[in-house]
């Protein structure tokens, strides 16, 4: 019997020659197999962040100049990066004007700023563009490697959004009927599908930001109800913590919803929704070794242990005074300024006077959200880190975080604070204390 397999392939991937190899022999065997296969992918690692980073420098200098010498850059990366998969003379040309064409659409749209300022809308538009060049290249890469392909462009496939677009999300009642029939006239071919760009009712360009290819494949499991979805990876497991700073971590070979979606380095909450709803299981597996995977699913580890470290560097805690605190109206006001300026906090807690919010420094409109909050009450910004412990609720395990962070940090900025259904316990440290706090908890509470 076919089953159908969603595979996930991110930045890092589809940039390295030799991960596309493997990338190619996974489709292989599973094609072989009898399987119907999807394909999720990123744009090229890095190459989005760039985008984004000159798409704010275009608009604070409001140079033409910069937007040639841009498509310029990316025009070379992706034919660097083409010349090195691709051996059919043909192709590389044919691609080659493929790209040009989508870089003379972007010169336009980046033109478009300078002259109108309307910038959410253009500049998701503008990040869509990297998408696109990354589905060309893995469709004449399969081609040339004799797998048929074809390659969905977001109109095509049919998945509307809200207008949200800088953070989109997907409308499942909107989008499912033309999604699971344009997916299923397509049965003896890989289906190729952007990460995380889809349009708007009014057939605007809008992305779902980071993760967006998570969602995008977790959600078409759900449309098709699919066998199996393969997020994979250029790691082996995943990690009880970031091996990059911690010393001696372990694999995971199990994760439940909950966990995963706590810990922020697995997969992100609107994708985990998806797999919720429908009770469907999902490998984070290793390129280089498909039986290598950690499962995410809804089993429950009834263990008191401490399972996974994650933490989010470069963020501000936010510490709001005022005397209104607690009259009417207030707490909603400070709400609707984060709303309005489309920021999200990752933390919040408050006393009778006091509010304290941690956030991302990444966001746009941060210096809008300060003078903004300054109107209305007393504020105070530290830079710091956030640290999160991933477990099953245990009071006393609380009060053992809290005993090791008093012993190791000299300005703890906020205490634990456990509460009930929640897998998470959330410390704000400073940035110079992170790594030590992470390698002290591992050692405590993983470790031991």
Known sequence: MEKVIINKFGGEIMWTPELNKL?????????NSGNKIIVVCSALTKVTDTLINWVDEIVKSNSIKKIDIL????????????????NNKKNIL?????????????KDSLKFILDFW??????????????????????????????????FTWEELGIITDNNYGDA????????????????????????IAWFTWIDNFWRTTILWRWGTDTTACFIWSVLKADKVILWKNVEWVLTSDPRIVENTNTIKILDYDEAEE?????????????????????????????IFTKVCNKKDLSKKVKLLSYKKDCSLLKIKSERMT?????YNISAIFEELNINMSFIRNTRDTMYISIDNNQKNLEKLFQNLEKICS??????????IIWNLNWDLAMEVNLQLKKISKNLQIWVFPHENCSRLEAIVDNNELEKILNHFHQIFINT
């Open 23 to 31: 990338l190619l022999n996974h489709i292989k065997e599973q094609k």
């Open 71 to 86: 498509c310029d850059n990316l025009f070379e990366i992706h034919i660097n990066h083409i010349k090195k998969i691709l």
């Open 94 to 106: 044919k691609l080659e004007e493929i790209i040009s064409g989508e870089l003379k659409q972007l």
């Open 118 to 151: 309307y910038v959410d809308f253009v500049t998701s538009k503008i990040i869509s563009f990297w998408e696109k060049l990354s589905t060309h290249i893995i469709k004449f890469y399969l081609e040339e490697n004799n797998i048929e392909a074809k390659r």
């Open 169 to 192: 999300n997907i409308n499942y009642d909107l989008s499912k009927e033309k999604v699971k029939k344009n997916l299923e006239n397509n049965k003896n071919i890989v289906n190729i």
């Open 263 to 291: 810990s922020w380095k697995v997969v992100c909450n609107k994708a985990i929704t998806y797999l919720k709803n429908h009770n469907s299981p999902m490998e984070v597996a290793f390129i280089k070794n498909k039986n």
């Open 327 to 331: 009259k009417s109206g207030f707490l």
């Open 379 to 388: 504020l105070e910004k530290n830079n710091c880190s956030m640290i999160n």
